[in-house]
């Protein structure tokens, strides 16, 4: 059940964020990419900067912040300035969310590997426990 659990949180951003070839992505949005992530953000997340439960990520706001990830000093609480869909123009951390999503992601899936190796080293002493106790390892009874 944690395996299966873990699993499922683990592949949750996948599905949340779609993949794209960023690359194309970052030419053909050129200076605007921006704008755009931020447009993204502000789509799926409401005025105090929580995320909407029926959210529609087209990839931009993915590309912009592994691109912005990459570069030296980032964090990723930096905030990024742009209009909202209320008409103000505001700053917030459009790469929050997505980073530590990607980044629990990456955690559970290693956790979810030390998890079964764990379970099958226990399983294994167990099962030599058992033969030696037993005492017959060439005959049955």
């Known amino acids: 059940m944690v395996i299966f659990s873990c699993s499922q949180a683990a592949t949750k951003p996948l599905i949340k964020y779609p993949s794209l070839n960023c690359t194309d992505v970052i030419e053909s949005q050129g200076r605007y990419l921006e704008e755009r992530a931020f447009a993204e953000w502000d789509h799926n997340f409401d005025d105090e900067g929580d995320e909407q439960d029926d959210t529609v990520y087209t990839g931009i706001l993915r590309c912009f912040c592994d691109q912005r990830a990459l570069v030296p000093g980032f964090k990723k609480t930096e905030l990024f300035t742009g ?3 209320t008409g103000l123009v505001e ?3 459009v790469c929050e969310t997505y980073l530590s999503d990607t980044f629990n992601a990456r955690v559970l899936g290693m956790l979810m590997s030390f998890v079964i190796v764990a379970t099958n080293l226990v399983l294994r002493m167990i099962m030599i426990s ?3 106790w037993i005492g017959e390892d060439t005959h049955s009874q």
Do not use: G
Request: no cysteine; hydrophobic share 35%; proline share 11%.
């Open 83 to 85: 209009k909202r869909s």
């Open 91 to 93: 700053e917030w951390p």
């Open 130 to 132: 058992l033969i030696k």
